[in-house]
């Protein structure tokens, strides 16, 4: 039999957590709780975790300064959870490379919704199989490797799905839209593209503010410029 997906729900409001905990195990979900930043790590730590539900404003560490540390190894699927839903958190949420935003007025059953949402979208990020070369850039799906000038650059599964899925289709115009639910699905923030693009041309581009890459098609969304060598 398979293994039921691991949950963590991070929140120090044990009432919220235990809520949620109801919900995602009814849906078949095994589900942890940490009430703060410290004891979610020491579980990610030394239990395989499928997905977080983190709190941002905790006792002590927040959300935020977690998220910070874990992607410095992990492409842990995080989701948000907050009681400020203004865009200038969501924009540091998603900077922080958080897969979603929530706020803490949405329903139970639409949590889970999005996280269901986000453990899909996880499964189907798989880049073909072929390497591409441009010159003084080197993709090589099968590796989950980029190479700069021949030294590798650290990416996050999104951001190197992403990546491979514009080589790929070379001069090709995706839209923002196109983009954001084929990575994303139909809920969350659309922001997170332009922010997702920005990271990964600080990671390629010699000159992220005149990118020889990742090309903006004002109005449309993004195209990569090049053909493999």
């Not at 009814?26 to 709780?33: D, M, P």
């Not at 995706?174 to 997702?196: A, K, N, P």
Request: with cysteine; hydrophobic share 40%.
């Amino acid at each position: 039999m398979n293994q039921p997906t691991t949950i963590l729900i991070v929140d120090d409001d044990s009432a919220i957590a235990y809520l949620l905990r109801d919900f995602f195990k009814a849906e078949g979900f095994h589900v942890l709780v940490a009430s703060d930043a410290n004891k979610a790590l020491n579980i990610v730590q030394e239990t395989p975790v499928d997905c977080m539900i983190l709190d941002v404003m905790m006792p002590g560490r927040s959300g935020f300064d977690l998220c910070r540390q874990l992607r410095e190894t992990s492409d842990l699927p995080i989701l948000f959870l907050s009681a400020y839903d203004s865009d200038r958190e969501r924009l540091r949420g998603f900077g922080l490379q958080g897969d979603d935003y929530i706020a803490k007025s949405a329903s139970p059953s639409e949590i889970v919704a999005r996280v269901k949402a986000v453990l899909r979208r996880c499964q189907r990020e798989k880049p073909s199989s072929r390497v591409y070369n441009f010159g003084r850039l080197m993709i090589d799906p099968v590796a989950h490797e980029v190479l700069r000038d021949g030294c590798p650059v650290p990416f996050t599964t999104r951001e190197f799905a992403l990546l491979c899925l514009l080589a790929e289709h070379p001069r090709q115009v995706f839209t923002r839209e196109q983009l954001f639910e084929r990575f994303w699905g139909e809920i969350g923030d659309r922001q997170t593209v332009t922010v997702h693009i920005r990271r990964i041309r600080e990671k390629i581009e010699e000159n992220p503010a005149d990118p020889r890459y990742i090309i903006t098609v004002r109005g449309v969304g993004y195209r990569f410029e090049g053909v493999s060598q």
